[in-house]
Nanobody, 117 residues
């Protein structure tokens, strides 16, 4: 059974930092690319960042480029999102995602990030 669990969200002031974690199980983690998405109230769920199976390839939404860093530790079955220079518009529920695991896509439950003074 595939399980994806996000953690690390919270309340932070503009300009601050948070590190999100995504713990995955139920599949061979090191064989799959992983992604972070976010969804603000009343908005669609948008891709934030993705990382290849070995961590050698990453990509980012323009809105977070230069501020966020995605990484992974395959020995721990965990993907991270380091978020720096946070802005109020980064406020959203952040979701971890993996696609095409035995033909299915999987999402975690999400973790709330609130950027406010």
């Amino acid at each position: 059974q595939v399980q994806i669990v996000e953690s690390g969200g919270g309340l932070v002031q503009p300009g601050g930092s948070l590190r999100l974690s995504c713990a995955a199980s139920g599949f061979t983690f090191s064989m799959y690319a992983m992604s972070w998405y976010r969804q603000a109230p009343g908005k669609q769920r948008d891709l934030v960042a993705s990382i290849g199976s070995t961590g050698g390839s990453t990509n980012y939404a323009d809105s977070v480029k230069g501020r966020f860093t995605i990484s992974r530790d395959n020995a721990k079955n965990t993907v991270y999102l380091q978020m720096d220079s946070l802005k109020p518009e980064d406020t959203a529920v952040y979701y971890c995602n993996v696609i095409r695991v035995r033909s299915n896509d999987y999402w975690g439950q999400g973790t709330q990030v609130t950027v406010s003074s």
